[in-house]
């Protein structure tokens, strides 16, 4: 292994990367370090991501945030004015299109000029990169609240010089959550050094007094993750941003649409986090959480898809989450039009407003579902700190390698991709194969009883057709992936 | 024997697109149904498509895109082929082939009109490609073998 370590990078190594990081592509010049912390400190309150949660948090509300990006920035503003307005989005994002984030600026490049030409979006999102940072400060300054980076990036480090330069106040991603679902080859050693300079950049910007939000990817490949191995990526990917300076926070959960498991994985999210956080030694972090709406296959049906977004909106709000990502009624068929956006999020303001004040009864069964997880993200991250030999950054590379950790359908080569999920009888993500997770015995006899239920239910042994028909379930109106006839 | 008179399919996501999951249940899917599936894997770009395809003397190239950028990337796929010698080839596409939602008869066209020779709207199931495939290659009837290996079609 390399000398990858997870230690806060000395300041001088930190210029001397950064000289490089900004000669990536010309609008990287533009970037004034000193220039862009005054910009921040300018920024009206409103439009602050970090003090926006805090108040969230105290307040006990459940925040709204769209994603949404297109090529060009005047429609782009157009895009998110509209959702804040007739939307009612209480936070919104800047989703950057997927050349960027392969760190392709010249096929982004042809994106816009293609987008100019056609007069329609080329791209799947706004390439803030290319666009540099002047055109990202007026897309801000025509905003009135706070705009997140939301991306898919490997290597993110001059995208977040730019945008962070540009005034948004929130920057998803991380070394892991933004390789392994995200890329085929790229060594998670690479990426976790790369998201390492991200998060002393944001570090930085807190000690000269900029509050800068961080959020790892929750929900990673988005499809039955069992809430544990994306804890174990959360709580990780937090230990290696405060390591670096990074004061807050937001850790991600991707619903599974078993009630009791979701609201159980938000709060063993941030029971675990904070426990490991203060174990550490990092005491002063400001934790909040972001629910996904299911990140799966959605129905083409307009009202059903609508009844998953409520259905994901509840979960967010029964389990105390301090904001909701939305999905859209066109969700089955890409990438939606301003009016499909601003609809989910209108269902979602509905049911959150609603459910404001209730939250679910603690019972035997939600706190069962707690101990499970919190059973299975400590024998995980126990070992994955012992093959650091104390070491976080490396303790991750190595139980990628030994498929400690494991992401179901990951398409990287760097994940062991042995892991099986599926749903038993009441619809909660089990395993079906533990591949090499370190998992207790007891916790793996629980798995298998609740899948064996279902097996006997549906008079056929689990395998890989039931995974299949688990992933097209609710595109096809359903939860539970039963026998076809 | 047997192997060699199985239909082979290249499958892979074009582009920058790492949608993994579909491509997977396709992989699986081709199998069960008794195709050779060559799969390229997620972010392939149209020459690793046509260079697998020489390679194995594959039947079909499917192309799967989900993210948006389908008709930037998926443009110029049939003029690669021919230039490698394989003009011939079946072209299948599918997925969210464009941004936005546009009536499915014009995005089919399009695709067409670049030279595949089937599309597929988000949401269709692998049987229904496979389907397509058993009749495109029947006609085909390349030298009878693929009718001799497998008679249910």
């Known amino acids: 292994m390399s000398n990858l370590k997870n230690k806060k990078i000395p300041e001088e190594e930190f210029f001397k990367e950064r000289e490089e990081v900004l000669k990536a592509w010309p609008t990287g010049e533009d970037v004034d370090l000193d220039e862009a912390i005054q910009y921040q400190k300018d920024l009206p309150e409103h439009k602050k991501m970090s003090a926006r949660l805090m108040q969230a948090e105290e307040e006990g509300e459940t925040l709204i945030q769209p994603r949404a990006g297109v090529a060009l920035p005047d429609e782009l503003v157009e895009l998110l004015s509209y959702l804040d307005e007739e939307g009612e989005a209480d936070l919104l994002p800047v989703t950057i299109d997927s050349y960027t984030r392969q760190n392709q600026y010249k096929e982004a490049e042809q994106g816009i000029e293609e987008s100019q030409e056609m007069g329609r979006s080329m791209l799947n999102g706004f390439p803030a990169v290319n666009h540099g940072l002047e055109t990202c400060r007026k897309v801000i300054e025509s905003l009135n609240l706070p705009v997140q980076v939301r991306h898919g990036t490997p290597d993110a480090r001059l995208l977040a010089e730019i945008t962070m330069a540009g005034g948004f106040s929130d920057y998803e991603g991380g070394g892991i959550s933004y390789n392994i679902p995200y890329a085929k080859k790229v060594s998670l050693e690479d990426t976790i050094r790369d998201w390492q300079y991200v998060d002393r950049l944001i570090g930085y910007y807190q000690e000269q007094g900029v509050d800068i939000n961080r959020e790892p990817f929750g929900p990673l490949t988005g499809t039955l993750v069992p809430p544990a191995v994306s804890h174990v990526v959360a709580i990780l990917e937090a230990l290696l941003a405060a390591e670096q300076g990074v004061k807050y926070l937001t850790l991600g959960y991707g619903q599974n649409g078993n009630l009791v498991q979701d609201v159980a994985a938000i709060q063993t999210l941030r029971e675990l986090a904070d426990s490991y956080l203060t174990d550490e030694g990092y005491d002063d972090i400001k934790l909040t959480t972001v629910f996904h709406q299911w990140m799966g296959g959605f129905p083409q049906d307009e009202s059903k898809a609508y009844a998953v977004i409520s259905w994901g909106a509840t979960a967010a709000a029964l389990s105390g989450a301090t904001k909701v990502i939305v999905k859209t009624p066109h969700e089955a068929m890409g990438i939606p039009t301003k009016e499909a956006n601003a609809s989910g999020l209108k269902a979602t303001k509905q049911i959150v407003n609603m459910l404001k004040d209730q939250s679910l009864e603690q019972t035997a069964k939600l706190d069962r579902e707690k101990d499970m997880i919190k059973k299975e993200v400590r024998a995980i991250l126990d070992k994955v700190k012992e093959l650091g030999e104390g070491d976080w950054a490396k303790g991750t590379v190595r139980a990628f390698e030994a498929g400690v950790i494991d992401i179901p359908f990951a398409p990287s080569k760097f994940n062991k991709g042995k892991i099986l999920p599926a749903r038993d009888n009441i619809g909660a993500v089990r395993y079906?194969?533990?591949?090499?997770?370190?998992?207790?015995?007891?916790?793996?006899?629980?798995?298998?009883?609740?899948?064996?239920?279902?097996?006997?239910?549906?008079?056929?042994?689990?395998?890989?057709?039931?995974?299949?028909?688990d992933i097209y379930a609710i595109g096809k109106g359903m939860l539970i992936g039963r026998p076809r006839e | 024997m047997e192997n060699q008179s199985k239909p082979t399919v290249v499958l892979g996501v074009i582009g920058a697109d790492v949608h993994a999951i579909g491509n997977q249940i396709l992989e699986h899917a081709l199998k069960e149904a008794d195709v050779k599936p060559v799969n390229i894997g997620v972010m392939s770009n149209q020459q690793e498509f046509v260079s697998a395809a020489v390679e194995t003397g594959a039947d079909a190239i499917w192309v799967s895109s989900l993210y948006g950028h389908g008709e930037m990337d998926c443009r110029g796929l049939r003029d690669k082929c021919k230039e490698a010698g394989i003009g011939d080839i079946l072209l299948y596409v599918g997925g969210n082939l464009v941004i936005g939602k546009q009536s499915w008869d014009d995005v089919k066209d399009l695709f067409l009109d670049m030279g595949y020779d089937r599309a597929y709207p988000p949401g269709t199931q692998p049987e229904t490609a496979i389907d397509h495939l058993k009749e495109d290659l029947n006609e085909y009837n390349l030298e009878g073998e693929i009718n001799a290996a497998s008679p249910a079609y």
């Open chain 1, 432 to 469: 079906l194969n533990t591949g090499n997770l370190p998992l207790p015995d007891d916790v793996k006899a629980f798995h298998e009883e609740r899948l064996a239920e279902r097996g006997e239910f549906e008079d056929r042994e689990a395998t890989f057709q039931m995974v299949i028909d």
